[in-house]
Structures are given as structure tokens and as C-alpha cells.
């Protein structure tokens, strides 16, 4: 009897954790320098948990429900799986040398992995750990994005100076489209029909239609104070509806307010030194910007367009999720 009582207990006390951990706003931040995971409260800001992984964490991203927090590990060639629920490293996924950035389908039955030393993007299956397919690529790939449908997967060259276009199902490349130099990441509109890619040394956003793969403009930043090579866009992160793109402007110091209809920039807002990393809150009443050089977290007030607090968190922070 016992031991029934102490099974159910058990049973209870998970599933309130699993409760507790869904739609937790708990904000992740990776650190290059301290080779771990930050957790902060959503409310009060406070440090939930340091997360000890794989060598230089960097980019991340939650699985499909949300259960799982996929982190790649560049120097240690792994993707790291945390349990939201528990805060654990669930385990870790070879993946080879030098991964930096990827994307999971929207099926969360691949991961698309740019790696930087094999100038390749990985296909690796995620229930199997396995790889799939190796495409070859520019030198130095670094952004990856895949379509809202998932029959498109986009990679940035930053030596290259290029975007691929991938076709899922037969992982051979579409188009080589020439865009702005050192391009970095993507967003997508929500109906497809545009990517926007940053280009870190030229200072802009490239537009591609996503149909025709053919560019339909740029759209450079000149925030007020900085010279034209300090002007570094890296991050980039869109609304819902497709609206609004974020832009954080690297050695600038500022995140940049896109119009997206109209391709006009509607303001620019102060953050840390290097701003980074972005990402929006479920409501998109708050931005979250991490800066690399200040060590910091900025939580940006969409409407008021403003910094409401900075928040210390690992040494050279990379990316940042937020669980809600």
C-alpha cells in the first residue's frame, strides 16, 4: 500500500511539474564564455537556474510542443536537449564539427544544422540522432531558416556572400542568390512570400520573394552617431502578423523598428553593447535583446519603444527563448 501511495505521489509531483513548466515565461539565455544556459524568472528576472552544456551554447530553439530545449554546443559538436519541465540535459546529439545555427521542420522530425568547418548544412533526424543528408554550401554557413510549410530551407554564406535555397524533399540546392556582404539570419513572413536576411558588414536587410527567389530590395541602416562599419546587423525577429521586424544592429547598440509593408524604419532603439540575440514574447508586448559585449539582457518595451531594465546574465550571451 504503501508503495502505491509513494508511486502515486510521484506521479502527481510530475505532472505538476510538467504543469508548472508549460507556458512557464521563463526566459533562456546561452553563453558562449560560460559554456551554459541561463534561466531567468519571466516576472521577477531573477536567475532560476544555470544549465551547464556543451562547449560554446549558442543558438537555440524549443521543440514543436514546447516539452524539449534544443541547444547547439559549437565546440563541443552536439546539440544539447534540455527538459523544460526539470531544467536538465535530457542528452546530447553528435552532429560533427562546428555546428553554429539550425532549424527544426515544423514537424520537429529534422534538424537543419549550418557547419561552419564542413561548409555544409546537416540533416540530421532528431528521433535518431542520425544524419540524414550533408548539403554542400558557401564557406562559413551560419543562418538557417526553414519555410512555414516546410518545403524550403534557406542558409546564409557568410564568405560567400550568398543565401541557398534547399529543397527539403530532395535536399538539393534550388538557387544561389548573391545578397549584402556577411549575411547572417532570417525572417520569414507568416504567408512565405518574403525572407528577410541580415547582411552584418553591409549594414542592411536584403528582401527575397519567396517564390521567385529574386531580391525585391534592401533596406540599409543609419542610426544616428555610428559609423557605416559599426552598423552590424545580426538578429532579426518579426511579428506575428507580419507587420513589424526587429533589427539588432550589432556594434550600434541599437535595434532597429522595420515597417515591413512599407520597408520604412520607424525607429531606433538604444540596448546593450553588441546587441545580439532577439526575440518576442508571446503577447509582443516585450522584446528581448541580448547584448554581447555588455553581458546583459535588455527587456525593451515594444509600445513605449524603450529599455525597461537590463539584466546581468552569462559572459558573451548568444540567443535568448522565451517558454511562454
Not at 49 to 64: C, D, L, N
Not at 80 to 92: G, N, P, Q
Not at 287 to 295: C, E, I, K, P, T
Request: no cysteine.
Amino acid at each position: 500500500m504503501r508503495m502505491i501511495k509513494a508511486g502515486a505521489a510521484a506521479l502527481l509531483l510530475s505532472l505538476v511539474g510538467v504543469a508548472a513548466a508549460k507556458d512557464s515565461g521563463r526566459i533562456f539565455v546561452s553563453s558562449e564564455k560560460d559554456h551554459a544556459v541561463t534561466v531567468l524568472d519571466g516576472k521577477s528576472l531573477e536567475v532560476v537556474k544555470v544549465i551547464a552544456t556543451g562547449e560554446r551554447p549558442r543558438h537555440m530553439q524549443f521543440s514543436p510542443d514546447h516539452q524539449i530545449l534544443y541547444v547547439v554546443a559549437s565546440d563541443s559538436g552536439r546539440i544539447d536537449l534540455i527538459d523544460v519541465a526539470t531544467l536538465e540535459v535530457r542528452k546530447s546529439i553528435d552532429v560533427g564539427e562546428d555546428p553554429e545555427a539550425f532549424d527544426v521542420a515544423p514537424d520537429g522530425k529534422h534538424f537543419y544544422i549550418s557547419m561552419e568547418e564542413d561548409a555544409a548544412v546537416s540533416v540530421i533526424d532528431v528521433g535518431s540522432g542520425r544524419q540524414v543528408a550533408e548539403i554542400e554550401v558557401g564557406e562559413e554557413p551560419e543562418g538557417v531558416k526553414v519555410s512555414p510549410d516546410g518545403k524550403t530551407v534557406y542558409a546564409t554564406s557568410e564568405v560567400a556572400s550568398m543565401v541557398h535555397v534547399i529543397d527539403a524533399a530532395t535536399h538539393e540546392i534550388r538557387n544561389n542568390i548573391t545578397v549584402g556582404n556577411r549575411p547572417r539570419r532570417f525572417a520569414i513572413t507568416p504567408d512565405g512570400d518574403e525572407v528577410w536576411v541580415t547582411s552584418e558588414l553591409a549594414g542592411e536587410v536584403t528582401i527575397l520573394d519567396g517564390k521567385s527567389d529574386r531580391i525585391k530590395g534592401t533596406i540599409p541602416f543609419k542610426p544616428k552617431g555610428f559609423r557605416d562599419e559599426d552598423v552590424t546587423p545580426v538578429g532579426i525577429v518579426m511579428t506575428r502578423d507580419g507587420k513589424t521586424a526587429y533589427v539588432t544592429l550589432g556594434r550600434a547598440n541599437h535595434v532597429a523598428v522595420v515597417d515591413v509593408a512599407k520597408r520604412e524604419i520607424e525607429d531606433y532603439i538604444l540596448v546593450g553593447r553588441r546587441a545580439w540575440g532577439a526575440t518576442l514574447s508571446r503577447d509582443e508586448k516585450t522584446l528581448y535583446v541580448v547584448n554581447g559585449l555588455s553581458d546583459d539582457l535588455s527587456i525593451v518595451d515594444t509600445g513605449k519603444r524603450r529599455v525597461l531594465k537590463s539584466v546581468p546574465v552569462g559572459r558573451v550571451p548568444y540567443g535568448v527563448v522565451v517558454d511562454d
